[in-house]
Structures are given as structure tokens and as C-alpha cells.
């Protein structure tokens, strides 16, 4: 980890996370709406390290964003699509699960479980007949078998890939983001940023805000944290020409308002 790294504040560590999503009722029928701003990515690089970005809405001083989630301090998951109650529910459920796993077993839960656990919750519930209302993204670093990274929808199908998104954009950010050489940690979450900065700049629902959290053997920490996308943007504009900003522009008013979760 480079001397820029942000550690995740010790408040939203697994075991004193009670207060990040506060336990809600929320009824089996209270359907989701689509909500903008929470695309995320993940990549395994080196076979060695995970990164998961994410776009957010700004967040005031001592916040974390509500589509994400630390379950562990090697696990954390990220919601796309639904609300603000849904995302809660679900998240606060996979809290629950892991840490009944680490009370009873004595040990992390890794991301295999988790995903599991979520998989087979979601496909029980009758607010999963529609695949597209949202993504969960879990990554984790387990001490046997290394990086895992996972993909469940809304209707409990589950996947495991190296690198994956949920969310508006998600396509684009993966395709931008394949790490094709050996990287180092600085190097990877730089790649991270662009892709997530540059994927979702092309939607006008996208958020103002980027964070990257970067997991490995020690755990994970936050890289990039609350940065601002326009920013980023002005910047990589500036360097590579604004004929790329007046291309960027055309296939944003392409989209036309369009959205999708998947």
C-alpha cells in the first residue's frame, strides 16, 4: 500500500458496523425503484488483490455510502439499483450472517459464503422476480484460497468471474479496466478510478463522487475515497485533447436518460 492510502475508519470495521445500516422493517411487497449513482467494479489483479469502485453521491465528513458495506475486515459488498430501504435490508442481513459465522466458527466469513448466504436468501423472497432491480458485488481475500470476487442478482443467481460490475455503465468500466500486465496497488487503483470515471461519465444519472478500496492478505483500505469525478474528468480532458470530451459528449446524449441495474 502507497504512503496516499486512506485507512477505513476503525467506526465502519466488521464488529463496531452496528450503526452504518440500522435495522428497518420493511415489508416483503415494498418493491425498489431504480435510484441513480451506484455502478461498481471489481477486478482481481496479479491473482494477488482485489479492487472495488464505486460511484457515490458526495459524502459529508465522517459518512461512508449507503451501497456499500464492510462485513469483515478482509469482506465488503457493494449494492446496485433499489433504494435507499432495500439496499439497507439486504446489506444488514449479510452483517448479520457474517457475524453469526465469525461468533460461532471463530473465523472470517469469506466471500463464497457470503454469496451463498445471499444467493439463497434472495431466491425465497418474492421481490426477486425482477433480475434487474439490483446487483450485489462481494469481494473478499480469504487466507487458502486468495481473491474471490462474486456477483448476485436480484432473483439469487449467483457467479464468480476476475472482474465484474454491477449497475448503469458497468459494461464499459470492465472493458476499460482488464488489467492485462502485471500492476502494482498504486497502479491498479489508478486503473480502477479511470474505468468507474470514464464508464459512468457517459450516463446523466452518475454521481459526483469515486472510491476505491483495494483487499489483499493484510485486509482491505481504502485507496481513493470521496474524490470527485467532474474533477478527475477536467484533468484527463485536458491531457488527452477535448476532441475526446466532444466524443464523450455525443454518446452521453445518445443515452438519453436510459438507465439500467443488472
Avoid at 449513482?37 to 460511484?55: D, K, P, Q, S, Y
Avoid at 436480484?154 to 464499459?172: H, L, Y
Wanted: charged share 20%; with cysteine.
Amino acid at each position: 500500500m502507497d504512503s496516499r492510502t486512506v485507512p477505513v475508519p476503525t467506526s465502519l470495521v466488521h464488529g463496531s458496523a452496528a450503526g452504518i445500516y440500522p435495522s428497518r422493517e420493511i415489508g416483503m411487497h415494498d418493491y425498489p425503484h431504480y435510484e441513480k449513482g451506484t455502478t461498481t467494479l471489481g477486478f482481481i489483479f496479479n491473482n494477488e488483490g482485489l479492487m472495488v469502485t464505486l460511484e457515490h453521491a458526495r459524502l459529508p465528513s465522517g459518512s461512508f455510502p449507503e451501497n456499500l458495506c464492510i462485513l469483515n475486515s478482509h469482506l465488503l459488498a457493494s449494492i446496485s439499483g433499489g433504494n435507499g430501504n432495500i439496499r439497507t435490508f439486504y446489506l444488514s442481513y449479510l452483517q448479520t450472517k457474517c457475524r453469526e459465522h465469525e461468533h460461532l466458527k471463530g473465523a472470517r466469513a469469506s466471500a463464497a459464503e457470503a454469496s451463498k448466504w445471499l444467493a439463497d436468501f434472495l431466491s425465497d423472497r418474492p421481490y426477486s422476480d425482477d433480475p434487474l432491480s439490483l446487483g450485489t458485488l462481494i469481494a473478499g481475500w480469504d487466507d487458502e484460497s486468495g481473491p474471490a470476487l462474486y456477483k448476485v442478482n436480484a432473483k439469487g443467481e449467483r457467479c464468480e468471474r476476475p472482474f465484474m460490475g454491477t449497475g448503469s455503465s458497468s459494461d464499459g468500466c470492465a472493458l476499460i479496466s482488464i488489467p492485462r500486465d502485471k500492476i502494482s496497488v498504486t497502479d491498479a487503483s489508478k486503473l480502477a478510478k479511470r474505468a468507474l470515471c470514464l464508464g459512468v461519465c457517459l450516463v446523466p444519472e452518475s454521481c459526483e463522487c469515486v472510491s476505491v478500496f483495494h483487499i489483499g492478505s493484510d485486509g482491505l483500505a481504502a485507496v481513493v475515497f470521496n474524490d470527485d469525478i467532474g474533477e478527475w474528468l477536467e484533468q484527463y480532458f485536458s491531457e488527452v485533447g477535448e476532441n475526446h470530451r466532444e466524443m464523450f459528449s455525443k454518446i452521453r446524449s445518445q443515452y438519453g436518460g436510459r438507465s439500467f441495474v443488472f
